[in-house]
């Protein structure tokens, strides 16, 4: 099961993750999107309900609405997609790494430093829904690739973005720094 979670916005790229799960689909990939999240634009979410609707995906793709919490929510995925058009810093990113679920996002923002394409998650071009679509169709079958993934994730997020690692980072160039 692929999820996203965020508000429901033009810039999050639901319309393209939407857009990926059809050519999926049409290939004969057999997955489901769940998307989570509020709608912080009626226009935008009522076109994402229409695009589900004319591409024949009611089945496929599931909007539930607000979670009570995205970490619970992210632990029932097999992949968590971004397809962002912009992004800072997304801590989305790293809850999944957390809990071992791989990401597929698109390379925008501060993502590229969170993910290495091809090692700990995968990166698309922003907008491109047909990248998209190969890219889950290439993981999605390859429980193997996916579960290195999602070890190479969990590293990242102990060794890279950890509290106590940045603290001692920290430390240490201070000490440096007195020292001379």
Known sequence: MLGIVGTINPNKG??????AMRILI???????????GVS???????????????????????FIGAVPDSVEFIDTLDLLLVPSFDEALPTVILEAFSLGVPVVA???????????????????????AEKLASCLAGVICDKRLL???AKAANE?????????????????????????
Not at 14 to 19: K, L, M, N, P
Not at 157 to 175: D, G, M, P, T
């Open 106 to 128: 698109s390379n925008v923002g501060g993502i590229p430093e969170m993910i290495e394409d091809g090692s700990s998650g995968f990166l698309f071009q922003a907008g491109d």
């Open 147 to 149: 579960e290195n993934i």
């Open 156 to 180: 990242v997020v102990r060794n890279k973005f950890n509290l106590n690692v940045s603290n001692a980072q920290i430390e240490y160039c201070i000490n440096e720094t007195l020292s001379q």
């Open 26 to 36: 049409d290939r004969g990939v057999g997955v489901q999107l769940i998307i989570a």
């Open 40 to 62: 912080g634009d009626d226009t935008y979410f009522e076109k994402l309900r229409e695009q589900v609707n004319q591409a024949s995906l009611i089945g496929f793709v599931k």
């Open 14 to 19: 639901q319309h393209v993750a939407i857009e």
